[in-house]
């Protein structure tokens, strides 16, 4: 490790005695060819301008922190940098090398990731709708009275639920019997039943499916086995509102969330409308605030699928105009979802996206592929012709250099999801992951965590975990954190007299936080290194 | 498949019926904000101009190609793209998606492979002394006589050889028996020892170690069990020869080899210098070149090993100086070898290493680590700082924007070394070797094998293979090929007179190929795609 990180050290053994500005300009002279007629001394002053040039360009550099921030800091990086050792000592015990599903319970234990979760993080602002809450909440859900259950294999495989108080006559995907789920809990027995549950909730225990597809389908598969248990108007609001419980409990303020307004269904079958459910999300977000005034909101992005017809998404646009007058600020934009490498490019879309009115943004997912020169990363180049206020993934950016300048100079923040391009299998080990080159370049990004629910993560953590540890560079500090925090709130699609409350709100959280983590954090860290 | 690379036929039923400034303009100006005032067609013509502007930045875009340069490219494409579908139909049979070791076979039955074989490369840049030659060869090696072998576990593991008329008084790395090689086959069965022999010298079966660094412990290992079998001079120089008929035979004309120069021995144990390594080298390119006037030849970097304290290094640089004085043009380099992340970082050697005299190239390796923001990776900046010509896998330097900039304006060439980046587990899906960045911008490069042998690889095609249909974009196509081939001339340590040779006779095998490609690979493609 002391290899790894001290090469300030090392140069300091060499270090020049005196900053003379003439070696430093005889060494710049001769640079294009070599510095072989040099010093060390002069040498060492040139790298230290390289070096520090190379640096400069990262995400987060020009940051300022206090003195607060400071010893704050120094509490954060002592922990970042003890599990850095460790794996660079055995990179077989460096959690982001692994896949989350290996490490999870792992690196919830760890202390960085105790400070990450009390950390105030902002917003997030990737995520879908019915992928938010933890499987326990699922769970406890299915205990809900009249909820029927729809199995084959002679009632092994949930293949839908529903809730009604008469058998559901509906047909579900498969062919399937239904049966009250408390009649298939009593015949299969609750423990098993709660185990089957939690395993068929979560992407789990598929770390390694044969291809991304794949992963896709069976991803798919959990949004259609939760449908009928979450799109019952009630469980609707109470999922959505403790979503909200478990954000704010992750140290999260505030949630832009990507939906895809299904109709949702009352107990007697009576189907709702899109604006219903609108309605609901808006109820639930303004009774949360009540509670919670600490908590800065939500807004909603109308994200239906994109594996449909043009003519299919001139009418979202229909419909996403309409909503816009009825919900005005609540609902800020528009993005198609699902496989963008199955779905149809936005080049197909062009003409009803053209229609869409100016004051709803678009936040399109783009370059969710390891594909390189296909229409599918090319939809990076539409969705910022568009005029994208974010990207959506942009796993495919650092490939389109052009892109990436247009992002910066156009100020389009890239939505950065580690975890979930891990599991829908983009990429395995978290150092690789592209979004070091944009932290690199500073392309600005935030951290997001796209469907939590379907990995067991925690609403927010787990991604900022990997992206702090494992992506980051090894100095990356507090101030990359902070970076991230307030990006979550200039990037989002807040009005700017929202934002200017949301900084406030998420300022209060921080001055809270420093305190603790540079006081009690620091006393528990001081407590735990005097025994290890 | 059509889905994915037919975006400009689509395009063009959008298509602007005239292509009138004015309506460009228009959607120029208001780019920054949304382009919804816009129509279809202008939209159109705008998103041309972008997607445009960011494939022209890509590696090989200005590239020229005659009339019958741009027969053949349709040739290579068709086949190209034709792999391409199938991967993109299926992603788990996409071969570049895959560890080689599991589609090794499949690789080399694909038509695209075949045409890569016959297609003139040019020269091998990276790679090791005695990683070169085919498994076939080296237990062919194990038939000479007086060639004795050391075993541990009953005999059941090879430690050792050793050519020696008495049994070797020498001691191998751990306590094992000497036994004459003809024995030990005897007694095992010769097909058994085949089989052992195949496996020991690769890194098969093994796609997946625990870590980097155990991938590295068992590459370390082969090395190591190699050295007494190939250090035998008359095997050194029979060894190396052989490695040059087998790049030949693989569309390979020219070699710059790393060696460690060690001191090989005599049959009665004298041991001879580093010099005389060296001259064998000479000597046997020597004798290549006049049976094979067609090859464009053989050039050295002494690179010995980087686990050291700096005033070895001290001694690598006074022994190189000596050997140039020696051995002039044929030796045209320094570099240091091991894995970079256990040995020392370049700052610890920059003493030494100054003194090196301006007449020797430094070729170094820098940033073959997943590992970001330590002295590893910063060993990049030492290497540009020093004057590198070439960076050694430069795998992380994507992660480093002011260095990769440094390599396009002072025109380093970074070598790229795909298999071995997968095999000593850097990456695993070649989707996702950041070398498609470095192509995306341009950043000079050219393809190496690094140790071919250990993964029973052909000498470059299969780095081309992987580079070609799984790094660069799907639309790289024959001006991409053409600029890695020009590359490995143009940034080789040959003098300016050597590469306007050089470039003749690559010239040359490229006129030829040119016609067999167009010519007979088209009937037989012709003939394929009738009968399937």
Redesign the interface.
């Known amino acids: 490790m002391s290899?790894?990180?001290?090469?300030r050290l090392?140069?300091q053994t060499?270090r020049f005695m005196s900053k003379e500005l003439s070696s430093y300009k005889h060494a710049k002279i001769s640079?294009?060819?070599?510095?072989?007629n040099?010093?060390?001394e002069a040498?060492?002053t040139?790298?230290e301008v390289?070096?520090k040039?190379?640096r400069a360009?990262a995400f987060g550099y020009n940051v300022q922190l206090n003195e607060k921030e400071t010893a704050a800091n120094e509490v954060i990086m002592k922990q970042k940098l003890r599990e850095l050792e460790k794996g660079?000592l055995?990179?077989?015990k460096f959690a982001p090398?692994h896949h989350i599903f290996e490490v999870l319970k792992e690196v919830e234990k760890s202390k960085l990731f105790a400070m990450l979760k009390t950390m105030p993080k902002g917003g997030i602002l990737h995520a879908h709708d019915t992928a938010l809450c933890s499987t326990e909440f699922l769970i406890r859900l299915t205990y809900r009275p009249d909820l029927w259950i729809c199995t084959t294999d002679d009632g092994c495989k949930a293949i839908a639920f529903r809730f009604s108080k008469e058998q559901p006559t509906m047909k579900a995907l498969s062919d399937c019997n239904w049966e009250p789920m408390c009649e298939f809990r009593q015949r299969r027995g609750e423990e098993n039943v709660t185990k089957y549950l939690y395993r068929r909730f979560s992407m789990y225990p598929y770390a390694s499916f044969?291809?991304?597809?794949?992963a896709w389908n069976h991803f798919m598969g959990i949004f259609m086995l939760l449908d009928g248990l979450l799109m019952h108007a009630p469980v609707w609001a109470d999922y959505y509102y403790n979503a909200l419980q478990e954000l704010k409990a992750d140290g999260v303020q505030y949630l832009e969330l990507r939906s895809l307004l299904p109709d949702l269904y009352c107990i007697d079958g009576q189907q709702l409308k899109i604006n219903d459910t609108l309605a609901i999300y808006k109820t639930q977000t303004d009774a949360f605030l009540q509670q919670n005034p600490d908590f800065i909101g939500a807004k909603l992005i109308y994200a239906p699928l994109r594996g449909v017809e043009p003519q299919v998404v001139e009418e979202y646009v229909q419909k996403c105009t309409a909503l816009k007058q009825e919900f005005g600020d609540f609902l800020v934009g528009f993005d198609l979802v699902g496989q963008e490498?199955l779905g149809?490019?936005l080049?197909?879309f062009?003409?009803p996206l053209?229609?869409?009115?100016?004051d709803i943004n678009?936040y399109f997912h783009a370059g969710e592929t390891?594909?390189?020169?296909?229409?599918?990363d090319?939809n990076l180049?539409?969705a910022?012709?568009?005029?994208t206020k974010r990207i959506g993934h942009g796993f495919a950016l650092?490939?389109?250099?052009?892109?990436m300048e247009l992002c910066k100079s156009?100020n389009i923040a890239v939505e950065v999801c580690p975890v979930s391009n891990q599991v829908l299998q983009?990429?395995?080990?978290y150092?690789?992951h592209?979004a070091?080159?944009l932290i690199?370049?500073s392309v600005p990004i935030v951290i997001s965590s796209d469907d939590p629910s379907f990995w067991r993560a925690s609403p927010l953590t787990h991604d900022f975990y990997f992206a702090f540890l494992g992506?980051?560079?090894?100095?990356?500090n507090l101030k990359f954190l902070k970076l991230l925090a307030l990006n979550s709130i200039s990037y989002s699609g807040l009005s700017p007299e929202e934002k200017s409350v949301a900084m406030q709100k998420w300022q209060a959280q921080w001055d809270k936080w420093m305190i603790i983590s540079t006081a009690v954090v620091y006393i528990v860290l001081l407590f735990i290194s005097a025994i290890v």
């Open positions: 290899m790894a990180f001290n090469w090392r140069c060499l640079m294009s060819k070599t510095l072989r040099t010093t060390p040498y060492c040139l790298r390289l070096v040039q190379d360009q660079f055995d990179p077989a090398g044969a291809s991304n597809n794949e490498e149809r490019p080049i197909d062009i003409e053209l229609k869409m009115p100016e678009f390891n594909w390189f020169g296909t229409s599918i090319e180049i539409d910022i012709l568009l005029g650092v490939k389109h250099p052009f892109a156009l983009l990429g395995r080990d150092r690789n592209p070091a080159t690199a370049q992506i980051a560079p090894a100095r990356a």
